[in-house]
């Protein structure tokens, strides 16, 4: 065959002798480049397909197939995919919450007035109660000073005539800025005069309110007679309406009755108290908050 029929044979037999991974089809170059570049090409071929090597981030491109790239690139593209499909997860779950989540929106302006007008009425209440308790905290401090004067007293009085206090029940003489809460608990007579003004100007409150009742029950008595005579006045007799309306002022009237009662009793109390107090004597407990202990 000659030396070009050996070199041929010889070419074949090496290429049947690799492993059959490492076989790749080669382009047709023609006889020559067959001859010539057989071992270079096969060189090539198995440098390209060693098994257990694995493609990192430098070497990545865009023909690189995923089962070559290294586990770690591999797990981090799964990790991506599986955040993709929450997110799209997550947006269709939304789309299909936010119709009705805007009805429930629509009703937000109407909760927000209500409880703005809750916390306007807890706010007034507050602001309220507080002025209460400081008023009730000097009101505290007022008794607790009137008591101290009181408990003075008497001691002094149960005392023998030779260890009375001098000058206990005599007025003190002194001028506005000078006077303080413990000048006011030595000066009895400063102290009743005290009291008994602000007695007097409770019942000057009583017998006002009590004048404008009566003035206002007369009006209300007034009206009464009035509904009273058109109802006797009807020829077919009173309607169920005017029934109702008659033990309506029936029952105003009885209302406003009591209110009377209980104010001339409370009036009627205010004037027995003064009039003791006129006369000199001490009354060691009032319930109304007047001071008196």
Known sequence: MGAYGSMLILSYSGGLNQPAQAQT??????????????????????????????????NLKGTTRFSDLQENLQKTIEDIDKFI?????????????????GDMLENVPDDVKFVTRKYEGARSAL????????????????DAD????????????????????PNLWAPRQQSAGTANAETDGQDLVGFFSKTADEMGEQLRRYEKNLTEIETHLHGVQDGLVEQLQKAMATKNGATSATDEKIQELVAVLRDFEQGILKVAGEVGSAREGMTRLQLGEFVGNDNRGTGIY
């Open 25 to 58: 089809p080669q382009p047709t170059m023609g006889l020559g480049a067959s001859l010539g570049l057989g071992s270079l090409s096969q060189s090539t071929s198995q440098q390209q397909t060693v098994p257990g090597v694995r493609i990192d981030l430098s």
């Open 85 to 101: 499909l929450n997110q799209i997860r997550h947006q269709e779950e939304l789309q299909s919450f936010m119709p009705g989540h």
């Open 127 to 142: 602001e309220s109660d507080a002025h209460a308790i400081e008023a009730a905290r000097s009101l505290v401090n007022q």
């Open 146 to 165: 009137h008591a101290r004067l009181s408990f003075r007293a008497i001691d002094n009085l149960k005392l023998p005539q030779q260890y009375h206090t």
